[in-house]
C-alpha cells in the first residue's frame, strides 16, 4: 500500500503509511491519497465486533508498514478511554433514523476518535525514528483541545494550536488553554479559521522552516486521521444494514475529513449508501455541490463555530477521485482557490460527485428550531452541530430518501451551553470529570494572522 499527492501525476514519488502520517501534508501542498483502496476481508464478519477491533483492521488495511501488533495495541489503548463501552454508540430517534454519537472521548468531541489513536502512533513511530516533531494545528474549537488531550506531555512531540480568537466556545477554548504542559503552546489569531489554516499550509509550504522545526499535522489533511474515523462509519453500517438496505449518513461539515471519511468506508466495502453534506450558514459546499460553482463568499459567525469554514482542506481529495485521480485538474483548481477565487467543476466531476453525495445548508433559525424539535420530540439534547446534520436529515427525508440514516452526534451540548440554552431553555452541564476546567487559569498567546510572527512562536516552541 502506497501512498501518491493529489497534486502529483501518476509515475511520481510515492510515500507509506508512516511516511504519510508524520509528513502531514505531501511535499507539493497536495494531500496524500492511497494509490488504491484496500478491502476489509469477510467485511460481514466485522459486525458487531468491539469498536477497537474494528479500528484496527481499518488501520492494518491502510498501514500494513506498521510492526506487528501496532493497530490492535494502539486502538485498545486509545478507546479504553473512552466513556460509554460501545465507543460510539447510535441512539434512535425516529423509524429508521439514528443518531451516532462521536462524543464519548476525554474532549467530548468527534476528533477524540482519531486523536486518541493518532497521538499513540505518532509516539511509537518518533520513538522508533529516534527523532522529535513539532505539530501546528489549526483549530475551529475542537481539533486543538483534542490534539492536545492526546499530545500534551509527549516528550518527541512539541503541539502548537491556532485558534481564531473569539470565534469559538469558551468550553472548546478551556480545553486547550487550561493544559498547562511545557509542549504546548496556544496561540489566538487574530481571523478566521481559515486565516489559522492557511497559516499551517503556508508553515508545510516553507521547505527551510518545515526541516528546521520537523513540522508535522495533527489536522484531517492528515490521512491518519481519515483513516482513523473511516472506523465508525463501518461499525454503524454494520450494525445497521445486516445484509440489507446500505446506511445513509448525514455529516455536520466544515473540512470535509468526517464526510470524506464514509467515503472511505463505502470504499473499503462497507454498506455506506449516501452520504449527505450538512453545512450550516456558511455554505460554500452546498452550494458547490448544488451549482457546481465552488464561491468564497466570506466567513459568518454561526452558533456552529467549529464549522465556520471556507477553505475545506479535504475537499481537494474529493477533487482528485471524482476527476479519476486527474492531478492536474487538481492542480488548477486549487490555483484558483489558492487566489481567492472561485472555481466551477466539470459536468462529469459533478455528476460523479452526485451520485454518492447530497448536501443542504441550515440557517441559524432551523439549527435553533432541530435543538428545540429533538428535544421536544424525545427529550435528547443536542449541540447545534449535530443540529445541522439533523436539520439536513430531515430535508433529505422530505426529498424522499429512504432506508436506515445515520446522523452524526459530533460534539457533548454541553460544548455550546449558551447557544443550546437560547434554542431550548436548558443549560447543558459539563460530565463531573470536567468540575474544574472552568475555573482553571488560562494560557495563550495572542498574535496576528502573520506567517513571521507566528512562525517565531512555533521556532521558540520548538526549542523547548
Ligand atoms: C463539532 C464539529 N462538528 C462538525 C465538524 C466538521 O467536521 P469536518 O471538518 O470533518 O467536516 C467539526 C470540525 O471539524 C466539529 O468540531
Ligand atoms: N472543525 C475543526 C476544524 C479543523 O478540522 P480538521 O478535522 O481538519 O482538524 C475544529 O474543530 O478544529
Redesign the pocket.
Known sequence: MRYRSTRADPGGRTFSFTEVMLGGLAPDGGLFLPESWPQLDDVEALAGKPFAEVSARVLQAFAPDLPGGEAEAVAQAAYARFGHPAVAPLVQHGADDFLLELFHGPTL???DVAMQLLGRLFERALERAGRRMTIVAAT????GGAAIEALAGLSAVRVCVLHPKGRISEVQRRFMTTVTAPNVLNVAVEGTFDDCQALVKAMFADDAFRDEVSLGAVN?INWARIVAQAAYYVTSSLHLARGGAPVSYC?????????FAGLVAKRMGAPVGRLIVATNENDILDRALRTGLHEPKGVAATT?P??D?QV?S?FERLLFEASDGDAATVRALMAHQAGGRGFDLSAAMRSRIGEEFSSYAASGEAVDAAMRDVREATGMTI?P?TAVGLHAAAQAREDGLEGPLVTLA??HPAKFPDAVEAATGYRPGLPPRLDGLMGAKERYDALPADLGVVQNAVRELAGR
Not at 455529516?251 to 464526510?259: C, E, M, Y
Request: net charge negative; glycine share 12%; no cysteine.
Open positions: 468531541a468527534f476528533k475551529s474549537g475542537d481539533t484531517s455529516v455536520p461539515t466544515g473540512n470535509f475529513g468526517d464526510v456552529s467549529s464549522m469554514i475545506s479535504n449541540d452541530h459530533t460534539a
